[in-house]
């Protein structure tokens, strides 16, 4: 990255807190209950670690293979490190040990092999399982009306914590829908806390991303993904 490169990303790590502080304090919270989580698919370690520098502690990975190319070189310390994408079972265990949270959990075969690995290594993995808000056919997620049912069996597997639920609504051209789609979702977080189930502790709304994270917060988020809106527009090639 360029030195005008980092400076940008300075100037939008700046904004985006500005905004979530605004967007919590709307809804009476403060800055500190809403996680900034900056989302770092296609990003170099050392724009990572820049971002880290300026107080960001919350990064996460989509794809297995990045993450693992990077490890080594971002810089921890006081950063945690997730993985936000969809997760093949039989990547699990190379990231077992290295994240802090999975943030994409949609089935039991999943938590499962989850569950294997990390006992293996004698940890306790946190999760967060996904739910597909929009019944959305190309998208991973668990349907509302089976969340309860897999959030009992997960319960139920040693060395595997549930901790939250994630979402990524449809894409909507207006505020008015993306909103319901998020309201829907921290009516379904609410509905769950309450009944108290065992082993299940729901501290963690993860949903929002760079086009859309203020209202998701306005709507109940706790934790936010944002990645273009940070470091820019995303190159792929």
Do not use: W
């Not at 810089?75 to 079972?89: A, K, W």
């Not at 949903?207 to 940070?230: F, H, K, Q, T, W």
Request: charged share 25%; glycine share 6%; net charge negative.
């Amino acid at each position: 990255m360029t030195a005008r490169s980092l400076a940008d990303v300075e100037y939008n790590y700046k904004v985006i807190n500005e905004r979530i502080a605004e967007a919590a304090q709307k809804i009476g919270k403060k800055r500190e209950d809403i996680t900034f989580l900056a989302a770092t698919k296609t990003v170099d370690a050392a724009t990572i670690n820049h971002a880290i520098s300026l107080g960001l502690d919350h990064i996460g990975e989509n794809r297995v293979q990045e993450l693992l190319s990077k490890y080594e070189d971002y810089n921890l310390e006081n950063c945690s490190l997730q993985f936000i994408g969809h997760l093949q079972t039989n990547k699990v265990r190379q990231i077992a040990g290295k994240v802090d949270l999975i943030q994409s959990v949609d089935s039991l075969k999943l938590a499962k092999e989850i569950s294997k690995e990390s006992k293996k290594r004698n940890i306790t993995t946190d999760i967060l399982v996904e739910v597909n808000i929009g019944r959305e056919e190309n998208k991973s997620g668990v349907f509302e009306e089976q969340l309860e049912e897999l959030l009992c069996q997960i319960a139920e597997l040693e060395s595997i914590s549930v901790r939250g639920l994630m979402t990524i609504p449809p894409i909507c051209d207006n505020t008015r829908k993306i909103q319901k789609y998020f309201n829907n979702m921290h009516k379904l977080f609410i509905d769950i806390s309450q009944k108290k189930l065992d082993n299940i502790n729901m501290s963690i709304l993860s949903m929002g991303m760079s086009a859309d994270y203020y209202e998701a917060i306005l709507e109940g988020a706790n934790m936010v993904r944002v990645g273009s809106s940070l470091f820019g527009a995303r190159n792929y090639t």
